[in-house]
């Protein structure tokens, strides 16, 4: 292994603990070197956050580290193995293009996955060439950012190098490595993998793994600790998926290796924010039957958590059909949970603090008149946060007025002040989402002419979604009408 001499200033502090799973959990394997990394996007305060100096991360040598060209002391790179229902078939699959350098240990103890994204061939690359193009690189880079500004749990984009080489898609692309940081990177696939092809102790090795790592409050004595494990992802998928809804996120590729454990959304390659609310809302170019559509997104969380709970069931009773009883038990609150997550959401997007049995009926018809004269979901919300009504383009219909007279009514029933929802509203509405002619702006200014500006502008405005300022105001704007439907792909 090389010893990287920028190491100490940088700040790495690794811990390798992944290692400790069975060894078919995992490949051991370094990333592959590349011509000519250059660094073009860094992100300071997640690099202080980790413990990492910003300054020492721009040097030459560190560079050589997020390039994959050295690797840092107390690293132990690896791929790992995992499978995934992929449009619902399964498939057995891994890291096929990233490598997980190790674990970061942050200044006040937290760990942190660092993983290079398009570092090259793994034992799991089958035909691809194990690397990235920028512009999908930067792509996630950009929406992560959104997300976690707009208080979603996802994983989290360091940094950002170009390679110097070519990657052949369609066309010749530059290619790039994403620095990326998770909580874990444990996905609901790592559970299939481990329950398809390993013995019962070797998920059980991997269940307890997860435990200590991300639920260190189920006791080791717990009555049943698996399906405590089964009952925390379910709550935390819930919460995440409902928050998704919330502000009109797509996943676009809710493959079960692409569900994590911790509750993070992972995998930025297909999707976008919906603008005109329609449930049917699909991005990606390979979702022609529009599984993974905005209205389809809790449906689907729960299909993949029954294969979450599937993969747990030996370890959830010695008797099967015990196990199986129990974990139907548990994915039938699942719905429930999102649900409530969901209802509050909206409440606070609605400026309500209390709740009446009327709440989702009122949710509902908003959201169907919105549905019928296409309204702008972002900016739906946020006009009736500022009470401009005409920026609904709603105003002229009859069932929006009639109702948000009882929306008024509404709030005339709660004992808080207009002013009190008001600061509500403004707190749940973001006044920009990352749209997407935006998002392809920056990409194309930054891969086309190497210009990093606008991305840099783009994310500032997206660090913080709530601010509500004025030169939000641009980024809220729509696209100028298209004949072509926006599409994603998913960037391999
Ligand atoms: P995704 O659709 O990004 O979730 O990827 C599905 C699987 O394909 C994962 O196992 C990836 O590691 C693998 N994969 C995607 N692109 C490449 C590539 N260019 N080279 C090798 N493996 C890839
Ligand atoms: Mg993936």
Known sequence: MTENKGTLEVGWSFDTRYTDLPSMMFSNV??????????????????????????????????????????????APLAQAYAGHQFGHFTMLGDGRAILLGEQITPNGERFDIQ???????????????????????????????MHALGIPTTRSLAVVTTGESVFRETVL?????????????????FQFAANAGSEEELKALADYTLARHFPEVEADCENRYLAL???????????????????????VMNTDNMTISGETIDYGPCAFMDVYDPETVFSSIDTRGRYAYG??????????????????????DDQDEAIKLAEAEISNYAEQFE????????????????????????????????KHKADF????????????????????????????????????????????????????????PRNHRVEEALEAAVEQGDYQVMERLLKVLTNPFAHSPEQKAYAKLPAPCANPYRTYCGT
């Open 340 to 371: 409530h997550h969901w209802l509050n959401g909206m409440r606070a997007k609605l400026g309500l603090f209390n709740e009446e049995s009327e709440d989702l009926s009122l949710i509902k018809d908003l959201l169907e008149v919105m549905h």
């Open 174 to 190: 530059p290619g790039a490595i994403l620095t990326r940081v998770a909580a874990s990177h444990i996905r609901v696939g790592t």
């Open 30 to 75: 370094e990333p592959e070197p590349v011509e000519a990394p250059k660094l073009v996007i860094l992100n300071d305060s997640l690099a202080q956050s980790l413990g990492l100096d910003p300054v020492a991360l721009q040097h030459q040598n560190s560079i050589a580290v997020l390039a994959g060209n050295e690797v840092p002391k107390g690293a």
């Open 296 to 317: 389809n997104q809790p449906r689907i969380g729960a299909w993949n958590l029954a294969r979450f709970a599937e993969a747990l069931l030996p370890l959830l009773a």
């Open 116 to 146: 290079l994204k398009g570092s090259g061939r793994t034992p799991y690359s089958r035909q691809g060439d194990g690397r990235a193009a920028l512009g999908p690189m930067l792509r996630e880079y950009i929406i992560s950012e959104a």
């Open 230 to 252: 089964l009952q925390e992802v379910i709550k935390r998928q819930a919460e995440l998926i409902a928050k998704w809804q919330l502000v009109g996120f797509i996943h676009g």
């Open 378 to 433: 972002t900016n739906t919300f946020r006009a009736l946060t500022f009470d401009e009504q005409e920026e609904t383009g709603l105003h002229d219909k009859l069932e929006f007025t009639e109702w948000h007279e009882r929306w008024q009514a509404r709030l005339g029933r709660q004992e808080q002040t207009k002013d009190d929802s008001h600061n509500l509203m403004k707190m749940s509405n973001p006044a920009v989402i």
